[in-house]
């Protein structure tokens, strides 16, 4: 039997997405073998995640301060707003440097939400009353459920006097925008309908 402090963190490794009990066995182990400084560091960091990092109030991304740093950018077009599933999604689009428009995390699609979540499309809606934004780029995850809270979102913001863009299909369907490679990703923005 695994001693217990042993079993106690194979058992929170475990409990992460994609970790299965021999990755996590693996993990523990690897870790015990590193110096002191480094598991503290890395303790430090995991004891701090929910302290120093919290939703941005407008968009929902991830940041430090109550407004995340894309927000608080004069030099950003505020003028359009990236509508994406989840912040990884920013990055990856931050990456391509081919967008300097605003974002919207709506926080996942339709189906699949976990319980207690709704998304952010109330919000969308605030911003599009009271910021001067002309365009809303729908870029979901190229899934069927992506596909679905695309088109659900379009649907809801019909009658604001905002142009509805999607990105360019060439994103591999069932794929995630956080996978995409920057190249592909970037035309996929350049060439939005
Ligand atoms: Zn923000």
Known sequence: MYPKPLKKLIDHFSSLPSVGPKMAERLVIYLFKQNPEKINDFAKSLAELKTSLRYCEKCFNL???????????????????????????????????QFSGLYHVLGGVLENLAPGNTLKIPELENRLKN????????????????DAT?????????DYPVKITRLARGLSTGGDIEYADEITLGSAIINRR
């Open 150 to 158: 695309g088109l659900y979102i379009a649907r809801m913001l019909k």
């Open 131 to 146: 910021e001067k934004i002309s365009e809303v780029i729908i870029a979901m995850n190229p899934t069927t459920e992506g």
């Open 63 to 97: 940041s430090e301060q109550n407004i995340c740093s894309i927000c608080s950018d004069p030099k950003r077009d505020q003028t359009t707003i990236c509508v994406v599933e989840e912040p990884l999604d920013i990055f990856a689009i931050e990456k391509t440097k």
